[in-house]
């Protein structure tokens, strides 16, 4: 019994404070994080309950009346753009001005109004890039634009020689109602529009200056020379072999095609209202068709064309002629001799005809008999 007494350890070893003061510490620890625990729990719940006073409160003051809100002021976030001329400009005169460019919100408008026999060049002295230059009423005038604008409108000039050298930042230039008048263009143009002008002149100095297309409506002698390419454009001669144009209404596009050939085409409108050309919707639907058989090959699926034969109402007049209805005549297979030869030549050539074919019956039962006596 001694032996075993002396061979067991003591209870207050090192090894039992280590593992006693340890359980101290992770007690501490849970105590404090539910202490924090609860705290955070406290504030949620004060925060929860401020919100859902203040939304009871204004829910009272909003049946009070008291709570409605006030109109909150207009702001004008643009104003009219500024037109600068040389000469003192009507009300309505600039209205227009400014509704042409851009329905008056365009950041700076400088105009050139009925002048005379001018000579003068547009530098960075006096045009800046955010200008919009707009020429209306010239009359034998010669302007050069070097530097850089906006935009360029040409309206009811005569007479008069436009170089553009400098920058168009939107590519754009509009030309309306000039007569005897010169564009000499030298600076990348994407969209030209030039409508109800007289004897007109345009020169792109070089092919590639022309990044888009030529728009014109209602020009008489328009010639269009673009590098090396030549083409003239006459609403007159338009008109005489198609009737269903319009001088006001009727637009034409001068574009090259695929083959790199400049040519002219007649803008239809598709059933969506989009602006385009025979040319160019033909050969939507070629690769459109073309795109469908491809998805239908390779998901197994036979396309039937639709055909294009227009299909005859019952009550509509034949197509054969005869002026009976479609559904007594020939809708169900029946022929009238009588309404397919309408022309005397035709019926006596028809009666001609027969003749022979009954002369030529004759002669062969002749034939046929006699050999049956012999």
């Known amino acids: 019994m001694a032996t075993l007494a002396t061979e067991s350890k003591p209870i207050y070893s090192e090894q039992g404070r280590h593992t006693k003061k340890r359980l101290e510490l992770q007690k501490k620890l849970a105590q404090r994080n539910k202490q924090e625990a609860t705290a955070v729990t406290q504030e949620e719940v004060q925060k929860t309950a401020k919100l859902a006073k203040e939304a009871a409160d204004k829910i009272i003051a909003d049946q009070n009346g008291e709570g409605k809100e006030q109109p909150r002021p207009k702001i004008k976030i643009g104003k009219k753009s500024l037109v600068t001329t040389e000469v003192v400009l009507t009300k309505r005169e600039q209205a227009r001005i400014q509704a042409k460019c851009a329905a008056g919100h365009a950041a700076k408008i400088l105009a050139e109004v009925k002048q005379e026999k001018v000579v003068k060049t547009f530098d960075d002295t006096n045009l800046q890039d955010d200008h919009v230059l707009v020429f209306t009423g010239c009359v034998g005038c010669t302007y050069t634009v070097n530097s850089r604008c906006v935009k360029i409108f040409v309206e009811k000039c005569t007479q008069c020689t436009f170089h553009f ?7 754009v230039v509009e030309v309306d109602r000039c007569e005897e008048s010169n564009l000499l263009i030298g600076t990348d143009v994407g969209t030209l ?3 109800q002008c007289k004897r ?6 070089e092919k590639a200056l022309m990044t888009g297309y030529i728009i014109w409506a209602g020009c008489f002698t328009l010639r269009v020379q673009v590098g090396d390419d030549l083409m003239r454009c006459d609403f007159e ?3 005489g072999f198609d009737n269903t144009v319009n001088v006001e209404r009727t637009q034409f596009k001068i574009h090259y095609n695929t083959l790199g050939k400049l040519v002219c085409d007649k803008i239809i409108r598709l059933k969506n209202g989009f602006p385009t050309t025979k040319m160019e919707d033909d050969e939507f639907q070629r690769k459109h068709e073309q795109t469908i058989k491809l998805m239908a090959d390779r998901m197994g699926i036979t396309i039937h064309k639709k055909s294009d034969t227009t299909k005859t109402k019952p009550n509509a007049k034949c197509p054969c002629g ?10 169900h297979g029946r022929v009238d001799t ?3 030869v309408s022309d005397p030549a035709k019926e006596a050539e028809l009666a001609r005809v027969k003749a022979a074919a009954i002369a030529a019956t ?3 039962d002749q034939e046929r008999s006699a050999l049956k006596k012999e």
Do not use: D
């Open 165 to 171: 050298n400098g920058k168009i930042i939107t590519a």
């Open 193 to 195: 529009q030039v409508e």
């Open 200 to 205: 007109m002149n345009v020169v792109f100095a």
């Open 237 to 239: 001669l338009t008109k």
């Open 322 to 331: 005869s002026g009976k209805k479609y559904k007594k005549c020939c809708r």
């Open 338 to 340: 009588k309404a397919l």
């Open 362 to 364: 004759a002669a062969i």
